[in-house]
């Protein structure tokens, strides 16, 4: 820290991403990334005249994409906002719609208290219940920005989207945002509620079920008054925030729907077996919706499992709230990467008996 640094420099607690080690190769369960690669057929399209086209800069209103998204999701291309992956979306949400507070869920996504502690946001920790589901009619006439994770960060437990609309009608003086970051791990998606609520803004991401995390490429669908405000931010703030490159490959990725289709039923299946397995060695697992499970194991606390598995070359990841250091998060790999995981948990039981 310097001396020159301001009051709310020195007082943030920035976000904490997990590891990507770079030393040697783990079997990575520790930041929901797709196992499978980025489509290649979106890869196909970086060629060299692409590349050396980088002399210009990006199309600001990344029109090929907003394109593609809006026909995919029966839209139109004013519903549409293209960001630096989903995290930029929100930033842009809190800075839009934190000034009246914000609320949601104390066990959910880290980065909510840290936007709303950057953009000044009054923000409120809404209790899940005893089993980590939500209540909706907590979140009932908030009268503040309502943030939910759907299915929801760190649980993996999805709300219906009977729920999820009771909740966007009983808040209709406020804004709703839905983050569907693991939507399609789930199958039911908020977006064609948009037409209907003009109080709902829906961010999506490329990140997990696209396989385009390092392409860091998010999206709003929302009313078009509401994707004017958000507008307004990025270009108060970064008009070309989604690259050439990611853009196209962001757009090809859209239209590869066979292989988005194929690849997230693969982890779904695996996502099953991952389950079973656990339960198998005595673990109490979350029921899952999204690429990722949260499970405990009565033989040692959350902490321990962690590194014991790193120490077998398997990451997942801990976190020390309160309410869930006894568990792990589990990343949904491939089949063979989950074959290693459970094996390395016999190793571990075994030795701990
Ligand atoms: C991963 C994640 C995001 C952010 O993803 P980006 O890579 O920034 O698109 C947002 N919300 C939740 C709940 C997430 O898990």
Do not use: W
């Amino acid at each position: 820290m310097s001396r020159f640094a301001c009051q709310k420099v020195n007082d943030i607690a920035p976000y904490v991403p997990g590891e990507q080690p770079q030393d040697r190769s783990y079997i990575k369960l520790n930041t929901n990334e797709n196992p499978y690669y980025t489509s290649a057929r979106a890869v196909a399209a970086i060629d060299s005249d692409v590349l050396k086209n980088l002399k210009r800069y990006s199309d600001p209103e990344c029109k090929p994409l907003v394109r593609a998204i809006a026909d995919y999701y029966g839209v139109a291309d004013d519903n549409v906002l293209t960001t630096n992956g989903s995290d930029e979306a929100l930033a842009f949400c809190f800075q839009a719609y934190g000034q009246s507070g914000v609320c949601y869920a104390d066990v959910t996504y880290g980065f909510y208290d840290v936007f709303a502690h950057m953009y000044d946001c009054s923000s409120e920790h809404i209790a899940l219940e005893d089993d980590f589901t939500i209540d909706p009619s907590k979140y009932f006439g908030a009268g503040r920005t309502v943030v939910i994770a759907n299915p929801n960060a760190q649980t993996g437990i999805a709300l219906g989207l009977d729920k999820i609309e009771e909740i966007i009608v009983n808040n209709r003086n406020n804004i709703v945002i839905v983050d569907q970051a693991y939507v399609d791990f789930f199958g039911q998606n908020a977006i064609p509620f948009i037409k209907k609520y003009n109080n709902l803004v829906v961010v999506n991401t490329f990140s997990k079920s696209r396989s385009l995390a390092g392409a860091r490429v998010g999206f709003v669908v929302a009313d078009s008054g509401l994707i004017s405000d958000l507008k307004k931010i990025k270009y108060s703030f970064h008009p070309y925030n989604v690259n050439t490159l990611s853009m196209l490959l962001a757009k090809n990725a859209v239209e590869d729907d066979e292989y988005f289709k194929s690849t997230v039923a693969r982890i779904v299946k695996t996502r099953g077996h991952l389950i079973d397995g656990l339960r198998e060695r005595g673990f109490y697992v979350l029921p899952s919706s999204a690429n990722f499970v949260l499970a405990r194991t009565p033989k040692m606390g959350g902490e321990e499992l962690y590194l014991q598995l790193k120490s077998r070359g398997v990451l997942v990841r801990h976190f020390s709230d309160e309410r869930i250091k006894d568990f792990v998060r589990i990343t949904v790999g491939t089949d063979g990467e989950t074959a290693e995981l459970l094996k390395a948990i016999d190793g571990i039981l075994k030795e701990t008996k």
